[in-house]
């Protein structure tokens, strides 16, 4: 099988390159400079109309949207442990990858792009200000679901790597996130694995080649 991840810096593609990563999945990048509008080339729609990264290219056919692609990888490589299967676990871990991707993520994107929310640039204060609000509240749910406990689950899944994603985005905003204890304690967690210093490195990397093509 071959597994091509296209790969964007800061975007929401780190939670696959983690889970491929701990899977042992063999996988090749194709690095999407999103910040020169790549992901809008012709040639990148042609791979995902979405215009948007992840994408996981499974032996040539194209799977998007990171709820789908974790339960893939997930299933492919059982032995990774990367979906809990315990009774209705399994169920309650895809719930909380789909509340990240559709609540979560959107309360995230205005900080970065408050023009995706309003063509009033005067509005854009006003926009990140309510979006900031709602990620509180998020981030709230999240600290009470981690408080006491290592992981979401049991075990180390799928589910702590997209959280890790949110919640490191919510911190390049410049956001103090001290008071969600529990949920920080997790981000120190999951920089100490293997996986996220893997991805850490890899985008530091990428950014630098980006950097001196365009400089």
């Known amino acids: 099988m071959k597994l091509t991840l296209f790969y964007a810096p800061n975007a929401c593609s780190l939670v696959p390159y983690v889970t491929l990563t701990e899977a042992g999945a063999d996988f090749d990048v194709r690095e999407v400079n999103t910040g020169a509008q790549e992901q809008k080339t012709a040639d990148y729609l042609s791979i995902n109309p979405k215009g948007k990264v992840p994408v996981l290219v499974i032996d040539g056919e194209p799977l998007t949207e990171n709820v789908a692609i974790q339960q893939f990888i997930a299933r ?3 032995q990774a442990r990367l979906l ?3 009774g209705l676990a399994e169920y309650r871990a ?3 990858m789909a509340w990240f ?3 979560v993520h959107p309360h995230l994107t205005p900080h970065a792009r408050p023009g995706n929310y309003t063509d009033d640039p005067a509005a854009h204060a006003s926009v990140q200000r309510v979006a900031k609000q709602a990620l509180w509240a998020d981030l709230a749910i999240a600290e009470g679901l981690l408080a006491g406990r290592e992981w979401f689950f049991d075990h180390f899944t799928a589910v ?3 959280f890790f994603w949110c ?5 390049q905003f410049g956001f103090d996130l001290s008071e969600f204890a529990a949920c920080s304690a997790h981000f120190a967690r999951m920089q100490q694995r293997p996986s ?3 991805v850490n490195a890899y985008e530091r ?3 630098a080649r980006f950097a001196a093509r365009a400089g």
């Open 76 to 78: 492919r490589f059982p």
């Open 84 to 86: 809990p299967t315990e």
């Open 94 to 96: 895809i719930s909380l």
């Open 101 to 103: 991707a559709s609540t």
């Open 160 to 162: 702590d790597a997209y």
């Open 167 to 171: 919640f490191r985005r919510a911190g």
């Open 196 to 198: 996220v210093q893997a």
């Open 205 to 207: 990397e990428v950014m």
